[in-house]
């Protein structure tokens, strides 16, 4: 999502690509999936895509592996369907698309006379706490959220809606003084709700609008809960008293930050039965034998953490899996 | 395909709203927001540059604080679109770097002791011991 035009930053085109491709993967780019086939016998049979020129091609394979994350995964799942799979492939529990979790984010900045170097370092977090992630009672709500400690960045980060949110920008005759109050000044803590699970928030297929490539649009649905909105405000509140017990002036929230839904889960849940879930443990569908998906999608719950360190572990115990198993492997004829 | 002379005034005119003369610091305009600190941003975003020309073309002889206050209202994106590039293009002005005691990114290395450890930040923590709650047995 944000990548390094420097190539500065540790994203997969520079971690594990380049050694993949040495090895003999072949990677397709700005290719869009259209829809997975079927055969006669229920299996996938392989990938239709819209090459980068706009050439229809079929990418024709043993084993489907989906990670697609959860708006791209049950898109294509719902946009797959077919006669013999009208509700979209791997969907006989019309759980696919369904229990999409975002995580609600907000944050609090605190403004600081010293100078704390913070237009540098770690992006992400320095540190981390979970002080109030389990579930109290006495607080109106239940689950909790991670607080990551970080620096603000840069002069054009000073402007931005992430972490300050929109309604505290410094556009117009304020501008100067809020970088100078804010800039190498200032430090934020980003607070991760723990989303549950609603089947109401949802991913369909919208009925009329595509992409350019003439897909079906994913339409999004998604209503922020009663939990979500007294997680939040009990734990900015928290967040608050920390950053002025640390000597912040002044404290900027942001209660929701609009520009937020990174973390895209739940949208094909693992499970055991196969009426209340799309993947088995192994992330294999229960309807199909040779299609898996091995993205955030199948998370039954989101937890309030960083979710991709999680999702990869998960994607390696899948892929062993299924190369211990391979010699069990149904494929297509 | 780039940004004409006529895009360019109305940019920067756009600009200054945002980012007007105060404190000693220069405005937008000031800093050449149009010139070449807009080609160094578009040269390195060159998806942006078509919105862009779309978005400047939409001003016409309107006057710029309304238009800035109407996108602002009710056009997010183009009022974003705008915000960013104006303010990645005045920030890559050295001038103003300078002012604002800024002089971009370079590698630091990491210190393999954090300072968490060495400052007794964590003591407290470390003193309550682990709290948690276990993973549900198979």
């Excluded at chain 2, 405005?27 to 975003?45: E, H, T």
């Excluded at chain 2, 209202?73 to 800024?102: H, K, R, S, W």
């Amino acid at each position: 999502m944000w990548g390094c035009v420097e190539g500065a930053k540790g994203s997969a085109d520079k971690t594990h690509w380049p050694h993949n491709v040495s090895l003999g993967v072949h990677l397709v780019t700005r290719a869009r999936v259209q829809r997975l086939e079927t055969n006669g016998s229920g299996l996938v049979t392989g990938a239709a895509y819209i090459d980068r020129d706009g050439i229809e091609r079929f990418q024709r394979a043993d084993v489907t592996i989906l990670a697609a994350n959860g708006i791209g995964t049950p898109r294509l799942l719902l946009a797959s369907a077919s006669g013999r799979f009208p509700n979209g492939l791997a969907n006989s529990s019309d759980l696919v698309g369904r229990r999409l979790m975002m995580h609600p984010f907000g944050t609090v900045v605190g403004l600081f006379d010293e100078d704390l170097d913070s237009t540098h370092g770690v992006w992400g977090q320095h540190l981390h706490s979970l002080q109030f992630y389990e579930t109290d009672a006495a607080r109106g709500f239940v689950r909790g959220a991670k607080w990551g400690l970080q620096p603000t960045g840069g002069p054009v980060s000073m402007t931005r809606g992430y972490p300050w949110g929109a309604e505290n920008a410094i556009w117009g005759t304020g501008f100067h003084e809020g970088i100078r109050k804010r800039l190498g000044r200032s430090a934020m803590w980003g607070i991760i709700a723990e989303d549950l699970p609603d089947e109401q928030n949802r991913i369909l297929l919208d009925p009329e609008l595509k992409d350019s490539s003439g897909i079906p649009a994913p339409r999004i649905i998604y209503r922020m809960s009663e939990n979500s909105h007294r997680l939040l405000e009990f734990h900015l509140a928290r967040a608050r008293e920390s950053l002025e017990a640390a000597g912040a002036y002044e404290t900027v929230v942001a209660p929701l930050i609009r520009e937020t839904g990174w973390h895209l889960l739940g949208t094909a849940r693992m499970g055991n039965d196969p009426s209340t879930s799309v993947v088995d443990a192994w992330g294999r569908a229960h309807d199909i034998p040779n299609l898996y998906v091995f993205d955030g999608s199948i998370w039954p719950t989101s937890s309030g953490m960083n979710p991709t360190a999680t999702i990869a572990a998960m994607a390696l115990r899948c892929s062993e899996r299924l190369v211990e198993q391979r010699s069990n492997q149904k494929v297509p004829a | 395909m780039s940004i004409d002379r006529t895009q360019r005034a109305v940019f920067a005119q756009l600009a200054d709203v945002l980012i007007p003369a105060a404190n000693q610091m220069p405005s937008a305009s000031q800093s050449d927001v149009a010139g070449q600190w807009l080609d160094r941003v578009l040269a390195a975003c060159p998806e942006r540059t078509q919105p862009l020309r779309q978005m400047l073309d939409r001003v016409r002889d309107r006057e710029p604080a309304q238009v800035v206050a109407q996108w602002r209202a009710t056009d997010t994106a183009a009022f974003e679109l705008l915000a960013e590039i104006a303010a990645a293009a005045y920030f890559m002005n050295p001038v103003v770097q300078q002012a604002i005691g800024y002089s971009g990114q370079g590698p630091r290395s990491l210190d393999p002791r954090p300072d968490y450890m060495e400052d007794g930040l964590l003591e407290s923590v470390i003193r309550r011991g682990p709290i948690y709650r276990p993973t549900p047995a198979e």
